[in-house]
């Protein structure tokens, strides 16, 4: 078992035994100092331990715990407050059972406990909500640490992934992978489910910046439709990479304010191709991620490009990102012309419905961003 699956899995058999027994008892005591056991064990290997838990999911730090997948624990955890668990220094063990004690009162297993009072004074054990920088957090049953969170290092990731990409590396997986997963953390970082979107600042930004809330929102989309954490992974690193090709773009031809020449068309419209490539190339083939980068500009009735030599459908995932794509295009201001409402965009998509867009995800991605449009969290790029 590793470290920290073996430390959360010890934490929780103590706060279960303590919920169970009561402080004093012997058996309370030898879950709490297994516990401690095991976190001397893990901060001889790491001197900062970040833990978050999300639905179905737990990362320590931006690595996903693939043993815990579907614990309950991370659901029990997440719904009483304690999305993060940052333990930042060393940890007596009489603090460690304080710890234990206070934790075992927001997850209501004892007579409640002041959360906020075990966090006013310095602490190097901090737990609480995740917030998205910029957004205006949920209220709260209980006054608990807010562990603020913002865009900018998946900003900076995948700007670096595109330039690798583009000065003819390959596709580093590592930073893919990780945006995804911070993204996902972003979305549960409160007690309602939240889309933060980047907002374009300067028109070099856009494929960048178009990744990412592609990204958030084809995950949006695939949760809100009711399918497990493992697609909404791989659909949402297949819509951060759908755009892979535009790397190829010369920026002129990228930002022109003006309509596009014959050969300027046929530039833009190589890049699903170029993309689906570059993906396919990489060190691990992302059949899913190259199939999306390869179809998201076909529409159902068989337009767009690039041109089919033999009609089909494409792929579930395609038509998903489909609609996501053009729903975060048409908000975002380009050179020739300004950003649409989101009504605006929504209206678009439904007048298209059964034409360019699958008509069942066009509808559910409609009512989804009319539900959700009080839960968008615009960040700063």
């Known amino acids: ?76 955890l997440a719904t009483a407050g304690i999305e993060r668990l940052e333990i930042t220094g060393p940890v007596e063990e009489d603090h460690f059972a304080r710890f234990l004690s206070h934790a075992a009162g927001v997850l209501g297993l004892r007579a409640d406990e002041r959360a906020d009072l075990w966090q006013a004074g310095p602490s190097t054990i901090r737990f609480g909500r995740v917030r998205v920088g910029g957004a205006e957090p949920a209220a709260e049953p209980r006054t608990i640490a807010t562990l603020s969170y913002t865009l900018k290092e ?23 992978y990780g945006v995804v997963r911070s ?71 990228l930002t022109k304010p003006g309509r596009l020449t014959v050969k300027e068309r046929t530039v833009v419209e190589a890049h699903p191709v170029d993309g689906a490539r570059m993906i396919l ?13 390869y179809e998201h500009h076909l529409c159902l009735d068989g337009r767009g490009y ?44 439904r007048a298209r419905s059964g034409s360019e867009f699958d008509p069942v995800l066009a509808s559910a991605f409609t009512e989804m961003m009319r539900t959700w449009d009080n839960r968008i969290a615009i960040q700063a790029a």
């Not at 001889?44 to 579907?70: H, I, M």
């Open 306 to 349: 690039p041109k089919l030599h033999y009609p089909r459908d494409s792929h579930y995932a395609s038509r998903l990102v489909h609609v996501c794509d053009v729903y975060d295009a048409l908000r975002t201001r380009r050179p020739y012309r300004d950003a649409w409402s989101s009504e605006e965009a929504l209206e678009y998509i």
């Open 1 to 76: 078992m590793s470290d920290p699956v073996g430390f959360l899995t010890a934490l929780t058999r103590a706060l279960s035994t303590l919920g169970h027994y009561g402080e004093g008892h012997p058996a309370v005591a030898r879950a709490a100092e297994s516990a401690y056991g095991r976190l001397l064990d893990l901060q001889s290997v790491a001197d900062r331990l970040e833990f978050t838990f999300l639905t179905g999911e737990v990362l320590f730090g931006r690595d996903l715990l693939g043993a815990l997948e579907n614990w309950e624990w991370s659901s029990r």
């Open 281 to 293: 190339e990489g060190k691990e083939p992302l059949d899913l991620a190259a199939a999306v980068a």
């Open 183 to 253: 993204l996902s953390l972003a979305m549960h970082g409160g007690q309602v489910m939240m889309v933060p979107l980047l907002e374009l600042k300067e028109f070099d930004q856009y494929t960048t910046t178009h990744s990412i809330n592609v990204s958030v929102l084809t995950m949006a989309l695939t949760e809100y439709l009711g399918l497990g954490p493992g697609a909404v992974r791989s659909f949402g690193l297949s819509g951060l990479l759908h755009d892979l090709g535009k790397v190829r773009i010369p920026p002129e031809i």
């Open 154 to 176: 998946e900003r900076d990731a995948v700007a670096f992934l595109h330039e690798e990409v583009g000065g003819g590396g390959q596709l580093p997986l590592l930073e893919a």
